[in-house]
């Protein structure tokens, strides 16, 4: 039988000072004798509508526990909320909060002697913040999801949702809605609980999740209101106790060819640019020594784009899980990926593959065949150039064609409220390049989403006519041309920082450049004349964060050694 960390302080001589401690709480001798100590990772509140549900979620896990033959504990993190901190200084937050989930689950799993983890989550930094914490642990871990939101009244050809009230915002600035067509909105455009029901960071790291083996087959996109849901989560507090007898831990499934297989399917699915930043940061965790940027540049022309949801179609996440989710893009494009990989299932990833039965017919117009793609490269594409000599991360999939090669004038802004009070104020016109600078990692800090310019841009029609660069990031639910994550940042010195307005700046998404041009010796007169900035934030975690804070080109990861 095989012997549990628990057991450490639960079993023999001196085990009655902590044995004392669990039944104060109610644990019973049954629960406390050589059962395997599942600690739940729950990050439910009522701050965040994609985590609203996990309290119940929790309590179908918790029963998977005891039914498999463990011991349940369970545990609250932190969860914020992306699109309620989006458009001010509550962003700054959000990145960061990344990896304070992280360091607090593995303070809670070692300094209590934990056997196994399930983590509970499925927004934007939680769900990649858990991941990192499992390979950081290296114990048997399994992901649960609460899983997306319906899509809401139909808006502008698709359902609405969270983004659809800000190009609606955009729309009525420009006289082109009314102002009860935009506030009606409000009540209609998320009707429940769910993370947002678009393909964003959210719902990308959560099809990552699955990928990496980290969660059961097909439980990444079951919707929220869906009785699979729950079914799904009594069936991973069952499967967890089954890792934690074979001891199969987290990075012996998230493995590096698990790793480049999620970076495949990233590619054919067009997810989040965010994804680069948070599968860099697992993969250091994990101690995988590959570099996650490489492996999107060496499969960005090889990958086909075979599957096509909002934003880069009108379909919804409840839509792209009908049609066959993540099971469903894997099966199509089987011979792309390395099926020898573990899951937490126990099983290969053929070996899930093939058992799989899906639920509803197949919907050609948002999963195709590889004989038959949207697009024949990926969805993901890494620039490079004088303006992002390590890299910038645009999102090809998601732009319309006509911009994958754009040339435009410099409009020059140093915060993203800045650039977002032009735009509504029509400062911003046909064939501007709009430059938001200073909201990179260090000089954000915390990286901030360019969300809410983009959208506006949108909404006043302007996001087939111009484009934005940033060393900030953006959701993934922004079209339009845009390239974020440019590396290094304009607070280390980075080309960024001496752009001047009218500058030429040339785009190509397809070929992978960004360039500024602008003499070689003119940027080089620039760059002398530079000072940088002061810190935004003289205390608080933001102030720490700004210190440490890694390039986005390396994840945006906290620097263990000081500078």
Known sequence: MRKYDSEAILQGEGSGFYRSLYKAMGY???????RPMIGIANSWTTLVPGHANLRQVGEFVKNGIYRGGGTAVEFGVIAACDGIAQGHDGM????PSRELICDSIEVQVR??????????????????????????????????????????????????????ISEARGMYSSKKISLEEYTALEDLACPGCGSCSFLGTANTMCCLTEVLGMCLPGGA?????????????????????????????ARRVMSAAAMENAVKVTMAISGSTNAVLHLSAVANEAQMGVSVLQLFEKHNKSIPQIAKVNPAAKWDMEAFWQAGGIPRVMRNMRVLLDEDVATCTGLSLKENLDAYRFQFPENR????????????????????????????????????????????????FNSEEAAEEAILNGGVVDGD????????????????????????????????????????????????????HISPEAAE????????????????????????????????????GWKKPPRKFTTGYLELYSRVASSAAEGAIIRREME
Do not use: Q
């Open 493 to 528: 010195g980075g080309p960024l920082a001496i752009v001047e307005d009218g500058d030429l700046v040339s785009i190509d998404v397809i070929d992978g450049i960004l360039n500024l041009e602008v003499s070689d010796a003119e940027i080089a007169r620039r760059l002398a």
């Open 92 to 95: 700054h937050f959000i990145l």
């Open 433 to 484: 390049v709009v430059v938001i600078r200073y909201e990179g990692p260090k000089g954000g800090p915390g990286m901030r989403e360019m969300f809410m310019a983009m959208k506006y841009l949108y909404g006043r029609g302007l996001n087939k006519s111009t484009a934005l660069i940033t060393d900030g990031r953006f959701s993934g639910t922004n079209n339009g041309c845009f390239v974020g």
């Open 111 to 164: 300094a209590h002697r934990l056997d196994a983890l399930v983590m509970l989550a499925s927004c934007d930094k939680i769900v990649p913040g858990m991941l990192m914490a499992a390979a950081r642990l290296d114990i048997p871990a399994i992901m649960v999801h609460g899983g997306p939101m319906a899509g809401g009244v139909c808006f502008d050809g698709r359902k609405s949702d969270l983004t659809s």
């Open 365 to 412: 117009e948002i999963i195709r065949k590889l004989d038959d793609p949207f697009g024949l490269t990926g969805g993901i594409a890494v620039l490079r150039g004088n303006l992002a000599p390590n890299s910038g991360i645009s999102k090809p999939g998601a732009i319309d064609p006509a911009l994958h090669r754009f040339k435009g004038k410099a409009k020059v």
């Open 28 to 34: 019973s001798n049954d629960e406390l004798d050589r």
């Open 221 to 249: 996109l079951i919707p929220a209101v869906h009785s699979d849901r729950l079914r799904s989560a009594y069936a991973s507090g069952m499967a967890v106790c089954e890792l934690a007898r074979k001891g199969i831990t």
